[in-house]
């Protein structure tokens, strides 16, 4: 199922600890089910992303791909806050911030992030009861 305005699409590092733990936090607070999901290194998360961004490679950001536009690093985040309704949708304040600065944090923190949070062997498999809400379940 392509991302479409009714179901955005978030991208993640399917091997990180961090990243399993912020969709698994996603799905929590998703009541409404807005979001999709797919690791980035699954052939739906590839197969999605050289869709949005034909010439990239693979980034070391959580991507969310929305209505034909593609968000990384901290707009991604900023974005999906958004999408999950009030009281998330406050970190758009964090747009007041300049975008150097957000993405500087952001990236730290992602270049640490297995060091600080660890690393699984293989990406996560949903639930049967989320299956239906990640493309590569």
């Given at each position: 199922m392509p991302a479409n305005r009714s179901h955005p699409l978030i991208l993640f590092d399917g091997v990180c600890n961090l990243c399993?733990?912020?969709?698994?936090?996603?799905?929590?607070?998703?009541?409404?089910?807005?979001?999709?999901?797919?690791?980035?290194?699954?052939?739906?998360?590839?197969?999605?992303l050289a869709?949005?961004?034909?010439?990239?490679?693979?980034?070391?950001?959580?991507?969310?791909?929305?209505?034909?536009?593609?968000?990384?690093?901290?707009n991604a985040a900023i974005e999906i806050a958004r999408g999950l309704g009030f009281?998330?949708?406050?970190?758009?304040?964090?747009?007041?911030?300049?975008?150097p600065l957000r993405d500087a944090l952001y990236s730290t923190v992602a270049r640490n992030r297995y060091r600080w949070f660890g690393k699984r062997a293989a990406c996560m498999m949903p639930t049967p009861?989320?299956?239906?809400?990640?493309l590569d379940g």
């Open positions: 399993n733990a912020s969709v698994a936090w996603i799905i929590r607070h998703d009541r409404r089910d807005v979001f999709r999901f797919a690791s980035l290194q699954s052939p739906a998360g590839r197969a999605a869709a949005a961004a034909p010439s990239g490679g693979i980034p070391d950001s959580v991507v969310l791909i929305d209505g034909g536009r593609m968000y990384t690093r901290s009281p998330w949708s406050l970190a758009a304040a964090g747009l007041m911030v300049p975008r009861e989320l299956r239906a809400r990640f």
